[in-house]
């Protein structure tokens, strides 16, 4: 819908009207401004900004006797592109520099993970520790979509570890070609399926681009053309999942994804307490003590940590949740949410 256009051009032919061709000229640009709406009436049927136009103009014109038949404004001028291949070709498949350069600001981001016995953290900063046995989606939206395969941590254990990610990044016209990264236990590859580095043979496949980061442990995959930035990392006898995504991007959902858990947590359904796990126990005490080592703020972290330990016996997991802070502290624009107390 493109009606924010159709008002600013309106706004730009009556900005300097004056003298005694000012109402003709009125007219003209609402004529103009009418013509508009039409043009893009499909597309911006549930638009209420466009339902409230085309009413404001109805009335405009019968207060300024205006006739709907007549001539219009002239089209106003292109500006200048900022070089002589325009900006589109250079730059649309960077996310960051085109927004700004759309929006005159830089976009905003918002931040998830997944880690241990999954423990998630929304974009909304909600934090809920999951059973989610089997594959659940943590993300499906029009650019990504992040696949989590859980099992259980120990034999007849409730609680799951995350044992593979698969990771789709879709087809984005001049950008990148489909790109599918897959992890499992043991097995974090620095390419995707097809063994390719980065997004293909597209004027902007660089835009996408994935390195290792620690042999086997630690891998960064950076998608520029939207935007967003993924950490896939091994701890001990399970797999995390950290992004920084674009809020434009991670909002680009319909109602029909609406299982997410990087959007609404886990159901409640599949929602394990913490404290249950680590009461009056001694291998509690001693799962705190080595989790102070790595975390010394008892935030979420902290007790996911204590969690983990104890669940699973392994103390490999305090670098679970030792490895989603440190994603935390690189991928939050505020870094005043680093730290969630529950």
């Not at 500006?79 to 960077?94: K, R, T, W, Y």
């Not at 698969?166 to 897959?182: P, R």
């Not at 291998?283 to 989790?291: F, P």
Request: charged share 25%.
């Amino acid at each position: 819908c493109k009606i924010l256009r159709c008002n600013s051009e309106y706004v730009a032919a009556t900005l300097n009207l004056r003298g005694s061709s000012r109402n003709a000229a009125y007219c003209n640009a609402l004529r103009s401004y009418s013509h508009c709406t039409r043009k893009t009436a499909r597309t911006c049927r549930g638009d209420l900004a466009f339902h409230s136009a085309v009413h404001g103009i109805e009335d405009l014109m019968i207060q300024n006797n205006c006739s709907k038949e007549g001539p219009t404004s002239p089209p106003r001028p292109r500006p200048p592109a900022p070089n002589h291949q325009g900006f589109e070709s250079l730059d649309i498949c960077n996310y960051e520099k085109s927004f700004l350069y759309k929006h005159g600001q830089p976009p905003s981001y918002q931040h998830c993970a997944a880690f241990g016995d999954p423990h998630i953290r929304t974009f909304h900063d909600d934090f809920h520790t999951c059973r989610v046995e089997g594959s659940w989606p943590l993300l499906d939206n029009d650019y990504l979509f992040v696949q989590a395969t859980s099992s259980p941590v120990a034999k007849g254990s409730n609680a799951t570890v995350t044992s593979k990610l698969t990771i789709i990044f879709k087809n984005m016209k001049e950008c990148i070609d489909q790109k599918v990264y897959q992890a499992e236990i043991d097995n974090l590859p620095a390419a995707f399926e097809d063994g390719s580095v980065n997004g293909g043979e597209r004027p902007g496949g660089s835009s996408l681009a994935i390195r290792e980061r620690s042999p086997g442990r630690h891998v960064e995959i950076r998608a520029e053309y939207i935007g967003t930035t993924i950490a896939v990392r091994q701890a001990g006898r399970q797999l995390s999942f950290s992004i920084r995504a674009a809020e434009e991007v991670a909002r680009a959902f319909t109602e029909e994804q609406d299982l997410q858990l990087c959007v609404g947590g886990c159901p409640r359904s599949q929602r394990i307490s913490r404290s249950e796990c680590c009461r009056g126990r001694a291998a509690a005490e001693t799962a705190r003590a080595l989790c102070k080592e790595m975390l010394p703020v008892e935030d979420v972290y902290f007790q996911s940590c204590v969690f983990d330990v104890v669940t699973s016996g392994d103390a490999n997991f305090t670098m679970a949740a030792h490895g989603a802070l440190e994603d935390a502290r690189v991928f939050l624009p505020n870094a005043e949410k680093l730290h969630i107390f529950q």
